[in-house]
């Protein structure tokens, strides 16, 4: 991982959903919010493709993504850690 300056990018924390392409994972991020009108607390999922190199990630794994430059289409968050 070329990690440089992490301080500046977003870090999310998420669950890998699906590690079967080469080089890349799909992970879950569950968000909580309180809900404008009915005050109470809501949950909303999204998926995110991230790059992983060494494919080091496995299904179930707890993970840590950040911002990176766009690898593809739709991959433009890259592994950090796993938890």
């Known amino acids: ?7 500046f ?9 699906s590690d079967v392409n080469d080089k890349t994972i799909v992970v879950n ?6 809900h404008r009108t009915y005050n109470k607390f ?7 493709h ?3 190199v ?3 990630a496995k299904a179930g794994d707890r993970v840590t ?3 990176s430059r766009p690898f593809s289409k739709k991959k433009k968050w890259e ?3 796993i938890n």
């Open 1 to 7: 991982m070329t990690v440089e300056n992490t301080k």
């Open 9 to 17: 990018k977003r870090k999310l924390y998420g669950v890998v959903v």
């Open 29 to 34: 991020v569950v968000r909580r919010f309180k």
């Open 42 to 48: 809501v949950s909303k999922s999204k998926k995110y």
């Open 50 to 52: 991230a790059h992983d």
């Open 54 to 56: 060494d494919n080091k």
């Open 65 to 67: 993504i950040i911002e």
């Open 79 to 81: 592994l950090l850690s």
